[in-house]
């Protein structure tokens, strides 16, 4: 567990955001990836480590956000979570032409890590959808202020 009392203020943010995942740049080979995908602004490591690109500059908000989802990404995976709800006929096409058009799975995760974030391109979404991903919230959250950091 980082040692809270030495963070700047930017960094106990991003640790708030991150539900106590941790965070790192970019190794060589992911900043040169991040380079040529600027339309990817981070992502959930196989370290389990957010990383953010360097390429892309975001506003507060947008960093908490993408934090927000890649930590929600992070807790799915490790606790072998898999949404149960069903996506809307919207949804899917919007879907159309990513990585996760095949994956309903990985669509429902970033999904949920959309919704949890707040981010508008998670469409119009379902009660249900809300209901799931408040849930994942709150174990987050718990993840975080009950001492179960990594």
């Known amino acids: 567990m980082p040692d809270v009392t030495k963070m700047t203020r930017n960094e ?14 970019p190794s060589k080979s992911e900043q040169e990836w991040f380079k040529e995908h600027k339309e990817i602004p981070g992502y959930a490591a196989e370290d389990g480590a957010i990383v953010l690109n360097p390429h892309v500059s975001l506003s507060p908000e947008q960093r908490r956000g993408v934090i927000m989802n890649e930590a929600s990404r992070l807790y799915m995976r490790e606790n072998k979570v898999i949404p149960d709800f069903d996506i809307t006929p919207e949804q899917i096409e919007s879907f159309k032409g990513s990585p996760y058009e095949k994956n309903a799975e990985a ?3 970033t999904l949920v890590g959309r919704i949890i974030s707040n981010d508008k391109s998670a469409g119009k979404v379902t009660q249900m959808q809300r209901d799931y991903s408040k849930g994942i919230y709150e174990q987050l959250r718990g993840r975080t202020w009950q001492g179960r950091q990594h």
């Open 107 to 109: 669509m429902k995760q």
């Open 12 to 25: 106990l943010d991003d640790y708030e955001y991150s539900f106590g995942y941790s965070m790192r740049k």
